[in-house]
């Protein structure tokens, strides 16, 4: 007879035991007023992904759709949620069916592309993060997009294609809150210079700082051949674990585990 799975292994035992804050208490209060709102519940999830409870905002945003199924935003929210968590199949699994309820939807879009990147789907990736960029209302959503659409490409080894499409990013628009990918995509297209901007990132805050230096540690490794100088960005990265839940933060641990594969 096979052995079957533990149950300590199958069951999740463990839960957060830190306090949660104010804007989780007041979102629970909004709950228990009006139980069966699907927005409060989103709210709710919202509120404790805001502290990093990412198990917690599933059960928010699953209890959410059982009051409405059809809730775009939930399967989105939840997406996040499961990213955050390392389990990218389920990601992307709500992403889908997100968008087959709101089909412009340009953050599933985006997520689903980032989830299939994750999970080394990268045909299906670049696919989702074609449709992101058509989506793409302004330059910032543009310059996120496109710097995981030429991550992916380089490790698929289409590096001509990679600088094509490094290429229609430039060095006068308008960033927003894609400043750290702004950064990296100017330096895959030859306008910046690699080590300026990894010293940049260096400053800043662990999320940030991941946000910037991922892709600069594909870009050596699959562009330049410099896998030494990409694992020690890599570890670096790893080792300024602030925000573990961050998809560049994950990316990285996953190319480090598998390092020698």
């Known amino acids: 007879m096979s052995k079957k799975g533990l149950k300590e292994n199958q069951i999740f035992a463990a839960r957060d035991t830190v306090e949660e804050n104010d804007k989780i208490k007041a979102a629970r209060e909004a709950v228990a007023a009006d139980p069966t709102n699907a927005e409060k519940y989103m709210a709710l999830g919202l509120a404790l992904r805001g502290q990093m409870f990412f198990r917690e905002a599933l059960e928010a945003y699953s209890i959410g759709l059982t009051y409405d199924p059809f809730m775009s935003l939930l399967y989105r929210h939840r997406g996040h949620a499961y990213v955050n968590l390392g389990q990218y199949q389920e990601a992307a699994a709500d992403f889908e069916m997100g968008l087959r309820i709101d089909p412009k939807n340009w953050d599933c879009w985006y997520h689903l592309g980032l989830s299939y990147h994750l999970m080394g789907s ?6 989702a993060y074609e449709t992101c960029y058509a989506l793409s209302p302004t330059d910032e959503y543009r310059i996120c997009t496109t710097d995981w659409y030429c991550m992916t490409l380089m490790k698929m080894g289409r ?6 499409a490094a290429a229609r990013i430039h060095a006068d628009m308008e960033p927003g809150m894609s400043e750290g990918y702004f950064d990296r995509v100017l330096v895959y297209n030859g306008t910046r210079n690699i080590d300026e901007v990894l010293a940049e990132a260096a400053a800043k805050d662990d999320h940030m700082y991941a946000t910037g230096a991922y892709g600069l540690a594909v870009y050596e490794e699959y562009v330049l051949g410099n896998r030494e100088k990409a694992k020690e960005i890599l570890t670096r990265i790893a080792g300024r674990d602030e ?12 190319q480090l585990k598998h390092w020698d594969d």
């Open 122 to 127: 990268y045909e299906r990736a670049l696919k």
């Open 243 to 254: 925000t573990w839940g961050g998809f560049a933060e994950h990316a990285a641990a996953d």
């Open 159 to 164: 590096i001509d294609d990679m600088r094509k």
